[in-house]
């Protein structure tokens, strides 16, 4: 079985501008989280979506945001970049829930 | 709320000895507690996990944790380590799984 795909691994953006991020997870899999990390913060919780819905939402400001399509992918989307949001964005699924699987992550690095 | 301690930021270790990581956490619920594993430039790998049932809990490349409710611990353990077990190792807690919570995460440094 394939596992968690992200896209793209590499990312380089000024402030300012947004991005979004794409997540494949496992076949079967329903929900999907994502996760910042960062030398200062280290891992950090942002969202997680079942069935296109969002269930729960960590403390990150309303410029982060998600969605999840009907084939369980999802993508993050991050508006007027700040310096600060340069980290290692972090994507997993489950069925439904339970054990998390980690994709390989999109760096981000803001300008 | 939940949290996680991760007593040791570095550990280092000579190859073949065994090793401890020590994770404590917190939480007024039953949880569920993850140990996963992060190599250079690669995302979360799991190592083992407790949902319930036996303390003793096994996983891969020969790691193993032991759950002790009473003393809010999850040490990871592993009887000879290898050069190649050099990486960074984070404890996890969550109450259903959805939402993890890890610890700040230990360094593993196996020298030869």
Redesign the interface.
């Known amino acids: 079985k394939a596992g ?1 795909t ?1 896209t793209p691994r590499y990312l380089i953006k000024t402030r300012g501008q947004q991005v979004t991020l794409s997540c494949s997870p496992i076949s079967g899999h329903r ?1 999907v ?1 994502w ?1 910042q990390q960062t030398p200062g913060q ?4 942002l969202f ?1 979506y ?1 069935s296109e819905t969002q ?2 939402k ?1 403390n990150f400001p309303g410029r982060f945001s998600g969605r999840q399509f009907s084939n369980s992918r999802s993508e993050m989307n991050v508006s007027t970049l700040e310096l600060g949001d340069s980290a290692l964005y ?1 994507c ?1 699924s ?1 069925y439904p ?9 999109t760096r981000l690095l803001v300008l | 709320a939940q949290s996680v301690t991760q007593l040791d930021s570095q550990v280092p270790v000579f190859e073949e000895a065994p090793v401890e990581l020590r994770c404590n956490y917190s939480s007024s619920v039953s949880v569920y507690l993850f140990w996963y594993v992060q190599y250079p430039n690669q995302g979360l790998q799991l190592l083992l996990k407790y949902l319930s049932g036996s303390t003793l809990v096994k996983g891969i490349n020969g790691f193993e944790a032991e759950f002790n409710k009473s003393q809010t611990s999850f040490h990871l353990r592993k009887p000879s380590v290898h050069i190649s077990d050099t990486a960074e190792y984070f404890c996890a807690v969550s109450d259903n799984g959805n939402k993890l919570v890890f610890g700040a995460g230990t360094i593993l440094r196996v020298k030869s």
């Open positions: 968690v992200q929900s989280s996760y280290g891992l950090q919780f997680e079942f269930r729960n960590g972090l997993a489950s829930q339970e054990t998390q699987y980690f994709g390989p992550g």
